[in-house]
C-alpha cells in the first residue's frame, strides 16, 4: 500500500491528485508484468485507468513512465508526459504542461527528457526532446524547454533561458519552505 500511496504527502488536500496518482501507480504495478497472469488479472484496472484519467480527466500519464517518490500533481487537467520520461522525486506539475520527445526525419520517436528531483513546473509549459532539467530548478509559467536546464535554476521564456541560478547552500531550509508554497 505504501507504494501505491507514495505521493499522498506531496498531494496533501489535493483529491484529484491523490486519485489519479494512486490509480497511476495501481495500474503500474500490473503494467509492468507485460504478459503474465498478474498482466491479464490487471488489465480492467488497466484499462479503467486509460478510460478515466487519460481520456475523461484529460491527465494522460502513462503507466510505463518512470516516476519518483513524492510527484504532485496541481489540477492536472491537460497534462501531457511521454512513456520515455524520466521524472524524479518531488517533482510539482501544474496544468497544461507537454513533455515529450521530438518526432526524428524516419518518423520514430526521439528521446524524451530527463526531469531530476525537486522540479517545479508552471502551468502552460513544454519540455521537449532529449534534455535534462536539473535538480532544484524551476520553469516558469508558458516557458519552452528545448535545451538543458542547469540544477539550481529558475528559467522562463520562449526559448527558456536562465534567469536567476538558486544557492542551496545559501538558502536556509525554512526559505526553501516558502520558495515551495510560492
Not at 501507480?25 to 479503467?48: D, Y
Amino acid at each position: 500500500m505504501s507504494y501505491i500511496f507514495q505521493d499522498k504527502e506531496a498531494n496533501r488536500g489535493n483529491i484529484k491528485g491523490i486519485f489519479v496518482l494512486a490509480f497511476f501507480r495501481t495500474a503500474q504495478l500490473f503494467a509492468r508484468k507485460k504478459g503474465s497472469l498478474l498482466w491479464w488479472l490487471g488489465l480492467p484496472v488497466m484499462i479503467s485507468y486509460r478510460l478515466i484519467v487519460e481520456w475523461i480527466m484529460a491527465i494522460e500519464l502513462r503507466m510505463a513512465t518512470q516516476v519518483g517518490e513524492g510527484l504532485r500533481l496541481e489540477h492536472g487537467f491537460a497534462l501531457v508526459v511521454n512513456d520515455q520520461t524520466v521524472i524524479g522525486r518531488n517533482v510539482h506539475l501544474r496544468h497544461c504542461i507537454t513533455i515529450g520527445c521530438v518526432i526524428m526525419p524516419d518518423g520514430s520517436q526521439g528521446p524524451s527528457p530527463v526531469i531530476k528531483d525537486n522540479v517545479e513546473v508552471g502551468a502552460n509549459v513544454s519540455i521537449i526532446g532529449k534534455l535534462v532539467v536539473g535538480e532544484n530548478s524551476k520553469i516558469g509559467a508558458g516557458s519552452v524547454v528545448v535545451k538543458d536546464v542547469p540544477p539550481n535554476s529558475v528559467v522562463v521564456g520562449n526559448p527558456a533561458r536562465v534567469i536567476k541560478q538558486l544557492d542551496q547552500s545559501l538558502i536556509q531550509p525554512s526559505e526553501m519552505a516558502a520558495l515551495d508554497n510560492d
